[in-house]
T-cell receptor
């Protein structure tokens, strides 16, 4: 079956703009999580959605937001982009608790 | 989630077994040990997980000490494609978020 799909793979934006990233989880997976990876901070948890509800949120400013749709697809949005938002953004889906997470290939965002 | 400690980097000769240690001395009784790896610029990949017993799958073996304070991930016959950062995570996994540490950068030497 198809894996976790993230679009787009690469994105270049200008400071002050906003961006929306998309994640399609594995079919049947209802939990979707988002992570930011930078060379300095490593892999950091952003937020997690289950059945269209945000269940967990990491320590990121309010400029970072997300949502999940009824088909479990998820989007994350970053407003008022800053240079420091340049990162690899990863999405992961899980079937239920105590199972492994499956990650997408990520979206590499560059803010100039 | 319990804190885990891993060596920053390790080398292993191609074809040999790679043994990656992880210390999780504060792990609680209902926390699982998970291992993921990340090959350069790709998303992390699940390898294996366990609670108390040793586990084996097609990718690796996980050996957990009897007191559960440490574990070892074993890649039985390392290849160049196993070069990656390996993350050990101790988690109750109740809330579906993964707290990644720095991991171990494994270099497979030809």
């Amino acid at each position: 079956k198809a894996g976790v799909t993230q679009t787009p793979r690469y994105l270049i934006k200008t400071r002050g703009q906003q961006v929306t990233l998309s994640c399609s989880p594995i079919s049947g997976h209802r939990s979707v999580s988002w992570y930011q990876q930078t060379p300095g901070q490593g892999l950091q948890f952003l937020f997690e959605y289950f059945s269209e509800t945000q269940r967990n949120k990491g320590n990121f400013p309010g400029r970072f937001s997300g949502r999940q749709f009824s088909n479990s697809r998820s989007e994350m949005n970053v407003s008022t982009l800053e240079l420091g938002d340049s990162a690899l953004y990863l999405c992961a889906s899980k079937q239920h608790m105590n199972t492994e997470a499956f990650f997408g290939q990520g979206t590499r965002l560059t803010v100039v | 989630d319990a804190k885990t400690t891993q060596p920053t980097s390790m080398d292993c000769a191609e074809g040999r077994a790679a043994n990656l240690p992880c210390n999780h001395s504060t792990i609680s009784g209902n926390e699982y040990v998970y291992w993921y790896r990340q090959i350069h610029s790709q998303g992390p990949q699940y390898i294996i997980h366990g609670l108390k017993n040793n586990e084996t799958n097609e990718m690796a073996s996980l050996i957990i000490t009897e007191d559960r304070k440490s574990s070892t991930l074993i890649l039985p016959h390392a290849t160049l494609r196993d070069t990656a950062v390996y993350y050990c995570i101790a988690t109750m996994n109740r809330d579906d978020k993964i707290i990644f540490g720095k991991g171990t950068r494994l270099h497979i030497l030809p």
